[in-house]
């Protein structure tokens, strides 16, 4: 079996009810510190070495997505996704930290852009650099589709690992082939992003090329990186391409609203958190179970695959979440609301 199956290897599912939450998570807990007591030398021995954890939280974010799932009983699992997802992610960060040498390519020099047609480019990172409301933790599309795959979880903790170099933002500690490896993916990045805007205006809507930084978990919880990055990013590309932050973080408030176009994410219009935006961001909603609210620039429906709740409430709604098997992404919905500079 090539590497791509195993990955992607449909393990059989647990039924949680069998023996309740409680147990399954210690299953993980108890895994993940064998695994990191025990560090894989290797991706596949990675991957092999979280493969009964990752079954577990799998099953779990695949039950809660389900459209049979009862609301209390996606209530219980979503209250432990997060956690079950962050036993993982900081498990593998130990295990790999701990000799990280058979991971250096895929941490310094490939693999820290990834490229989808919903996303376009964007960098993923591990849900343990989020500091989750009681609804995100388990509510965050993170838990769905490909995003809660070993691989993909494993990805954004190599991610996170290649942006602590950077961290002290000292780049005469940084190994030069490492540097060079970094700008070379930063400037394929911005290849792919102008490609993928000049694919949507080909197919009659036009805007300009942008990445998204961190779709999944929060690069903007190291924000002197990330205003290093969206620098570098529009340095590199002579100002063509935008970066685009998503986040919740406290930390967002030392983000540089200049340097990139930052959506900061509130849960109601009393949301504590709107202190945290900085200058010049647009202020987003969550609209947890469909409630939409009005002093925000667009409102993300609650949905998951199959699962749409019935909006409430008033103010603008993100055309993707209101149709999502029709207009499944921005560029199809001819939609750019989000991407307006407000510098
Ligand atoms: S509001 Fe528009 S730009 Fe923002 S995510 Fe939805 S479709 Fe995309």
């Known amino acids: 079996m090539n590497t791509k199956s195993k990955i992607f290897f449909r393990r059989k599912p647990i039924n949680w009810s069998d023996r309740g939450i ?7 807990a108890s895994a993940c510190k064998f695994a990191s007591d025990n560090p894989a030398r290797n991706y596949n021995q990675l991957i092999a070495a979280y493969s009964e954890p990752g079954r577990i939280y799998f099953s779990l974010a695949a039950r809660s997505r389900a459209a049979s799932c009862a609301p209390e009983e996606r209530l219980k699992i979503d209250s432990q996704l997060f956690r079950a997802r962050v036993l993982i992610e900081n498990s593998m960060i130990k295990a790999i930290s701990s000799d990280s040498e058979p991971f250096h390519e895929l941490i310094f020099k490939r693999g820290f852009f990834g490229y989808s047609i ?5 960098v993923r990172f591990p849900l343990s650099t989020c500091k989750p409301t009681s609804k995100c933790g388990g509510g965050c599309y993170a838990h769905d589709g490909r995003d809660k795959h070993l691989s993909s979880i494993a990805r954004g903790v190599f991610n996170y690992l290649a942006v602590l170099q950077f961290e002290n933002l ?9 540097l060079q490896a970094f700008y070379n993916q930063i400037d394929k990045a911005i290849s792919y992003a102008k490609i993928d805007a000049k694919n949507s205006e080909l ?15 929060e690069l903007a919880a190291i924000p002197e990186v990330s205003n290093w990055l969206a620098q570098k990013i529009f340095e590199r590309s002579d100002g063509e391409v935008d ?3 998503y986040t919740r973080h406290p ?10 176009i930052v959506n900061f994410t509130v849960e109601s219009d009393l949301d504590k958190r709107r202190r945290f ?4 961001a647009h202020l987003v909603a969550s609209s947890w179970g469909g409630h939409a609210y009005e002093s925000v620039t667009v409102n993300f429906l609650e949905h998951h695959g199959r699962i749409n709740f019935r909006m409430t409430g008033d103010g603008p709604i993100c055309p993707v979440t209101v149709n999502h098997e029709l207009t499944p992404t921005c560029d199809l919905a ?9 510098r």
């Open 277 to 280: 935006a900085p200058k010049g």
């Open 243 to 245: 970066s685009i932050m």
């Open 22 to 28: 409680d147990s399954w998570i210690a299953d993980i």
């Open 118 to 122: 919903k996303q376009g480019v964007s």
């Open 334 to 342: 001819k939609c750019s609301r989000c991407f307006s500079n407000k």
């Open 251 to 260: 930390n967002a408030s030392r983000l540089d609203a200049k340097l990139m």
């Open 203 to 217: 197919n009659g809507f036009s805007r300009r090329p942008r990445i998204r930084l961190s779709h999944v978990g």
């Open 170 to 178: 000292n780049l005469s500690k940084v190994s030069p082939t490492n």
